[in-house]
């Protein structure tokens, strides 16, 4: 069973839980750490014999040309997080559909390769936002991978499949969820981010062989580049919920994912995609 593997290409001041503290207009005065940490996040997979998916920030992808063809160069995918992580809930489909076409036209530009997979920023791809399949299959993706079908502080969409859905009749794009285990009835996160990096590796690894094995489909999973750098600055104000989230283990992460990608077989998002569009049925037709 190959996975799906990916890392949402954003920098250290650009989380959804920093945006309240960090003003936008201030991102060009901050320190970017991307470039390193990405660079190492390519040795680790290189290391490993494993491709993935980059879903990066047009923003990002605008001042690091270099490193998005380093990315495309070793075989990965390159695939678009949006322009500047405005989360898709807080536009209207005219700017979605401008912040999409804007992301897209800047990574391709930089790669040199066509882009055909989105993740929303904080998977914010929820029932508020009835239109953002629509003009995503308008605009041409092939897959998103935008939904956490659980309930969360900050995102969320509980009703959702687990697996591998279309969204829309009558359109090939295809919708990959974040990995969710299930456990005395509930539904738990086990996708990545901060909930990889404060629960026991073991709980991972329960998470994927369950899907795996008893659910039979492909996990998907995710991390970003911060969370392999413990020296990243720290951000003063923000509550200390979210500091405890963004900065619990940094310097285990690293080892963590080194275990995770050699105890299973992954892949890049598009591949998963393709795979899982041929056994799916309309949500609704
Ligand atoms: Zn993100």
Redesign the pocket.
């Given at each position: 069973m190959v996975n799906g593997l990916s890392v949402?290409v954003?920098d250290w001041f650009?989380?959804?839980a920093f945006e309240k503290v960090i003003a936008r207009g201030d991102w060009d005065d901050l320190a970017l750490r991307v470039e390193d940490n990405v660079l190492r996040i390519l040795d680790l997979f290189a290391e490993a014999e494993v491709k993935a998916t980059f879903?990066t920030?047009g923003w990002v992808a605008e001042r690091n040309g270099a490193l998005m063809r380093r990315i495309v160069d070793a075989g990965h995918e390159l695939a678009s997080?949006g322009y500047d992580?405005a989360r898709v809930f807080t536009f209207d489909r005219k700017q979605f559909a401008d912040d999409i076409r804007r992301a897209r036209e800047t990574l391709e530009d930089a790669g040199g390769v066509a882009v055909t997979g989105y993740?929303a920023?904080?998977f914010s791809i929820d029932q508020r936002t009835p239109w953002a399949y629509l003009e995503l299959a308008e605009q041409g993706y092939a897959y998103s991978s935008s939904v956490a079908p659980i309930v969360h502080d900050h995102y969320g969409w509980r009703e959702a499949p687990r697996f591998a859905f279309h969204p829309l009749a009558g359109a090939d794009l295809v919708e990959i969820p974040v990995t969710t285990a299930t456990f005395a009835g509930k539904r738990l996160a086990a996708g990545g981010g901060g909930f990889f990096r404060v629960l026991p590796y073991a709980f991972s690894r329960w998470a994927i062989r369950q899907v795996n094995r008893r659910d039979g489909r492909p996990a998907v999973f995710y991390f970003?580049p911060w969370e392999i750098d413990p020296d990243q600055p720290r951000v003063p104000g923000a509550p200390l919920k979210s500091r405890l989230r963004h900065y619990t283990n940094l310097e285990r992460m690293a080892p963590k994912l080194r275990d995770l990608v050699r105890e299973f077989a992954w892949g890049r998002m598009d591949e998963i995609a393709q795979r899982e569009a041929a056994r799916v049925v309309p949500l609704a037709a």
């Open positions: 949402d954003e650009q989380v959804g879903f920030l997080h992580h993740r920023p904080s970003h």
